[in-house]
């Protein structure tokens, strides 16, 4: 089902003629225009913003879902929607924050998103009453109004992918990955990520299949088919059941073979998707991240989960932290770009610049380098990032096996990855990327590499 056929069911029986409807919609739009400014205003994530929105929480469950689809369309079309809204300017625009996000997100409802035209424009023009700005409410309905009428003519003669990626990290990818590869990354990026979810008993697969409506992808993941609304009010959710987490990010821990009654170092491990699915494999897990804040989420999915029990929470700071004797078994998810994850968090594409970039490079490598330090002899060491560029995952591999020669790669085969050849690569690590399996929905882009210690 497409973004635009969900939108049309969840807003086809609202008319802005009718007084309650229209106060419903005015109140989604307001919370998105609110959203929309701490994202692209004051560089705040985008989850962190809706989770600490109170007027976004108390929406009903159908305007939530509205009002986040929304803000998340501007944020993954941002650069088609300004280039149409330059064109449609007879004058030049108002340099007004609340105008220009107003407009934003009448052209997105417009463009992409299936809103009847009216009641993008009326909508608008109420935010911009609401915010008693009104005389930019004439120019804001003369903009959407020209939108509305010749946008989708503007919109044809687009390249779609290039307009709406940072000219930076385009050409990171296309360093990487070359022309064909970076395009298909970009277009990949304009669609919603699939939701996938890891259970917690394996014997419980069966009946989650059937409840969630869902299919078995890769290791053990479910991906569901209806992936609308929220997963709160989803089955099994509040009971600890299960937990999001995308497909590529379920793989890492299954590649340590059977870790029942093992102790597992988890390195940066907030928010605990891995630790989870680690404790949930009987292994006892010493999770360990720098930030107290994180780890408090954590805890507190681990409480959900009932898996608390199994894990010893430790706040410091993986370049530094040792255990009291060296580790068999270290999963290392670097705190990285996240740019694989841009389907689900397009706020990435606004919010990581390529100084962040550098900086992750060199802490990644300095964790890594740590990690493989505190490695006991013939132990497994696991590294992955949920970034796209290869200074991030293949190049850090590289630099520790040529600067350790007792370090062993260990290949990853399609047997471990539940068949999924295709994100395999020819040195036997996992490179996902965004347009792969895209018959079955795609995947996050992830690295993953398999290191061990010769004896």
Not at 193 to 205: F, P
Not at 412 to 441: A, F, K, M, N, W
Request: hydrophobic share 45%.
């Amino acid at each position: 089902m497409s973004q635009s056929t969900n939108l049309h069911d969840l807003y086809a029986d609202h008319d802005v003629g009718d007084a309650a409807a229209a106060m419903e919609m005015l109140a989604a739009r307001q919370a998105a225009l609110d959203i929309l400014g701490a994202v692209l205003g004051e560089y705040k994530a985008l989850d962190g913003v809706l989770e600490d929105s109170k007027a976004f929480r108390t929406l009903p469950q159908r305007d939530r879902a509205f009002c986040r689809m929304l803000v998340a369309t501007v944020l993954r079309r941002l650069g088609q929607i300004d280039d149409i809204l330059q064109q449609a300017e007879e004058k030049p625009a108002p340099k007004n924050i609340i105008v220009q996000n107003t407009l934003r997100l009448g052209a997105a409802q417009i463009l992409f998103m299936g809103v009847p035209d009216h009641a993008a424009v009326d909508t608008s023009v109420r935010l911009i009453d609401a915010a008693e700005m009104d005389r930019q409410k004439g120019f804001v309905n003369a903009m959407l109004r020209t939108v509305a009428r010749v946008g989708k003519e503007w919109l044809a003669r687009q390249d779609e992918a290039t307009r709406n990626t940072p000219q930076w990290l385009l050409q990171r990818w296309i360093e990487d990955y070359g022309l064909r590869g970076a395009g298909q990354i970009a277009q990949a990026n304009l669609s919603e990520a699939a939701l996938d979810i890891t259970i917690k008993d394996e014997k419980d697969r069966a009946y989650w299949i059937s409840a969630l409506k869902a299919v078995q992808l890769g290791c053990r993941t479910l991906r569901c088919k209806d992936g609308r609304g929220s997963v709160q009010d989803m089955p099994g959710f509040n009971d600890g059941m299960w937990w999001v987490q995308d497909a590529a990010a379920a793989i890492p821990a299954h590649l340590f073979g059977d870790v029942s009654g093992k102790t597992v170092l988890d390195l940066c491990a907030a928010p605990g998707g891995k630790t989870a699915q680690l404790a949930a494999m009987g292994a006892y897990v010493v999770a360990l991240d720098r930030s107290a804040q994180r780890l408090k989420r954590l805890r507190q999915n681990l409480q959900r989960l009932r898996l608390e029990e199994k894990v010893e929470v430790v706040v410091s700071d993986a370049t530094v932290w040792r255990p009291r004797e060296a580790a068999q078994y270290i999963l290392c998810d670097a705190p990285c770009t996240a740019t694989g994850t841009i389907r689900r968090h397009p706020d990435i594409l606004h919010l990581k610049t390529e100084t962040d970039l550098q900086r992750l490079v060199t802490v990644q490598a300095e964790i890594l380098e740590n990690a493989y330090a505190m490695l006991a002899p013939g132990g497994i060491l696991v590294y992955c990032v949920c970034s796209l560029q290869k200074e991030e995952g293949e190049k850090q591999i590289e630099a520790l096996l040529s600067k350790h020669s007792n370090a062993i790669k260990l290949a990853i085969t399609p047997e471990e990855v539940g068949g999924l050849s295709e994100i395999i690569t020819e040195d036997g690590d996992v490179r996902s990327l965004p347009y792969h399996l895209p018959t079955l929905g795609g995947i996050d882009g992830f690295y993953i590499s398999r290191i061990s210690k010769s004896v």
